[in-house]
């Protein structure tokens, strides 16, 4: 047996169960019901998320890839020597690991992710990969402030944002996390940032609707937690997955739908459904790069490179402060 010994720090700046509680009672009883799409990345959450980016009809992953292969070497002539690479959402760390083969001098690497198990699983698989590299895993929610004061800089600190995850977050919340990240960051220092593109409706729908139904396992396991975590009740068979291009929001929304009238217990409270009414569970918007830009000037970055793919389906772009 080839047992690793890898030197993964875990820091962990949240209380998780609280917060899911206090939301997740709170969305509920908003008219129309809403939950933060974050609460979907429990494990099972983050491992059926690692599905869809396989699936055919989510071109979204696989295209992203595509750009970061072919342009990594040209990214990375931008981070300098000893940079601190901070990257949020890590999940499976397939992404980063282009950067990291095209940069050897790292002073460290920083996933961050709000799903501990999974980090602390990935960050040790990493670290194991790249055993020179030192690695300090930090569960937090990145759409609060977190503190990187304790990291001392050597060169610059780069945060690389792939997935547009940035698209989960309404626009006024965008703007916001800009500026949080600016305070976090110093003039120089760089932030790496995928975006999913507005496109042609329907290609937009069929990525949120697979033939599969992964999409459908993703949204209703949200309700599985809340059932365990959170002792409800929730029958899975009486809701569905129900998501569509909202064109003039430029939004992917993704719903649970209620199949009937019910009423529905989380920890003793009655939630009442009716049937048609939904859960909002996820908004996923669309950019161009012109309003991408604009945007980020607006919040004090300036736009160095933006790189796609030949379809400008997605893009990539390098931001300093
Ligand atoms: C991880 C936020 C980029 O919005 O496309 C995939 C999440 N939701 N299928 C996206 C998601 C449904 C995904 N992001």
Sequence with gaps: MNVQKTSVKLLDVQSNTENF????LTGLNKEPKQLDSKWL???????????????????????????LRRYAKEMVSF???????????????????ILLDEVPDLSAYIPVDISKEFLKESATALASEYP?????????DYTKLFDLSS????????????????GNFEPSHAEAFFKRISKMLTKGDGLLIGIDMKKDPSILNRAYNDSFGITAAFNLNVLARINRELQADFQLHQFEHYAYYNEKH???????QSLVDQVVTIDRMPILFKKGETIHTENSYKYD???FKTMVEKNGFKTEKVWTDPDSFFSVHYLTL
């Design 250 to 256: 430029e939004r992917i929304e993704m719903h649970i």
């Design 79 to 97: 981070f300098g020597e000893r940079a601190i690479l901070i990257d949020l959402g890590s999940g499976s760390s397939e992404k980063v690991k």
């Design 289 to 291: 790069v012109t309003t």
């Design 151 to 166: 990291f001392n800089q050597e060169g610059k600190m780069i945060v690389f944002f792939p997935g547009s995850t940035i």
């Design 41 to 67: 990345y429990d494990e099972k959450g983050s491992s059926l998320f690692e599905k869809i980016t396989t699936l055919p009809e989510y071109y979204l992953t696989r295209t992203e890839l595509l750009i």
């Design 21 to 24: 509680r206090l939301e997740v």
């Design 132 to 140: 020179s590299l030192k690695v300090t895993a930090v569960c937090a």
